[in-house]
């Protein structure tokens, strides 16, 4: 009787764990296919813009640090909802809806109110990265739709690109994520772009100095100056890696080596002393390392405070909590 007591205790105690934990066969048996509906559906999406790979990654981030990775993201304004889209981190710059919305309805076909809405973002983030040369890694799943969403929250706890790097440890840190993961993960800015709006002040008017940030590199300056000549070109973007924009690799940290970070978030990483500095020389010199990294701080991160077991629902519509 003792030991049926304790076995059903332990039993008990290991269904607790597996409701908790992502897994990375949960659709295996419910949805065998999603893995190459998703390939597919990311690999033609890049091909007519290659962009597309670096808003895919850009979008999981932006999920998973607003109250986990729960797709409150992508839920739409409403009478009872006030969506994530209107924060000012995400407003007119967070891309890649359509994208995510493709895969759902094609998933939906195969597997009918089956497959989270917050599982495709995570999975469409490794498609891309993969697709423009960078690591790969396990993607886990059995992550939950949120039915709220958080513009507050969104604004309080995504980075700006005017963080300091005390600032951005702390933000990552109060995720559970290291200096290194932080370092690692602002790794992702070597493929994509940026508004001319995120970094004008530090060609012309640097802390109202009226010149550029003195830490720029000065052809740099000249260079960015070209692609976003006044206000009135805020929308036009630059590449944060002008080498190699769609390439996934290391040449972003050789570029804050030699002070042509775009963003102030950038360059601090390597001109603040101390562990950020020791990562983007590490991950400068190898790329193995970096890649090694990045893949492990995006398990971390896809692993943030999801919604699982019965918590949460599956969307039928990423864009709409179900009625
Ligand atoms: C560390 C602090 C970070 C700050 C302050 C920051 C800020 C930004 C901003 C302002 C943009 C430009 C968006 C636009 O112009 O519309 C951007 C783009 C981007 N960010 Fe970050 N970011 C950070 C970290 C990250 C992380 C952790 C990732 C992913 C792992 C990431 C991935 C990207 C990508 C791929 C783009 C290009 C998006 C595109 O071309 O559509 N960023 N980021
Ligand atoms: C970093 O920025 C925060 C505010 O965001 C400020 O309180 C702090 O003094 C800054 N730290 C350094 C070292 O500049
Ligand atoms: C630069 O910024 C300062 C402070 O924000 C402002 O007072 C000044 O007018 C600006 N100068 C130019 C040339 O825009």
Not at 63 to 69: L, R, T
Not at 94 to 120: H, L, M, N, T, W
Request: neutral net charge.
């Amino acid at each position: 009787m003792a030991a049926f007591f304790h076995l059903h205790l332990l039993l008990s105690a290991l269904s607790l764990v597996t409701a908790q934990q992502l897994s990375a066969n949960f659709y295996d048996k419910s949805c065998p296919g999603l893995p190459s509906l998703a390939t597919s559906v990311v690999s033609s999406a890049v091909a007519k813009e290659p962009r597309m790979a670096a808003s895919l990654l850009r979008l999981h981030f932006h999920d998973c640090f607003v109250n986990g990775c729960d797709a409150s993201l992508l839920l739409d304004d409403t009478s009872s909802i006030t969506s994530e889209k209107n924060a000012l981190p995400n407003r007119r710059s967070v891309r890649g809806f359509e994208v995510i919305d493709d895969i759902k309805s094609k998933v939906e076909q195969q597997c009918k109110g089956v497959v989270s809405c917050a599982d495709i973002v995570s999975l469409a983030a490794r498609e891309a990265v993969v697709l423009s040369g960078g690591p790969t890694w396990t993607v886990v799943y059995g992550r939950r739709d949120s039915t709220s969403a958080s513009m507050d929250t969104a604004n309080q706890d995504l980075p700006s690109f005017f963080d300091n790097a005390t600032r951005l440890v702390a933000r990552f840190k109060a995720k559970g994520l290291s200096a290194r993961d932080m370092v690692a993960l602002s790794g992702g800015h070597t493929i994509g772009h940026a508004q001319c709006v995120f970094f004008r002040d530090r060609l012309y008017n640097f802390s109202g100095s009226g010149s550029s940030d003195p830490i720029l590199q000065q052809h740099y300056v000249t260079e960015l100056k070209q692609q976003c000549p006044s206000a009135t070109h805020d929308r036009s973007i630059s590449a944060f890696d002008p080498t190699t924009p769609a390439g996934f690799d290391n040449i972003y940290f050789k570029l804050l080596q030699v002070n042509k970070g775009l963003f102030r978030s950038d360059q601090v990483l390597y001109s603040t002393p101390g562990d950020t500095q020791d990562a983007v020389n590490a991950y400068s010199s190898s790329k193995a390392a970096f890649f090694k990294d990045f893949a492990d701080a995006m398990v971390k991160m896809g692993n943030l405070s999801p919604l699982t077991g019965s918590k949460g629902q599956i969307r039928a519509n990423c864009r709409l909590v179900n009625s």
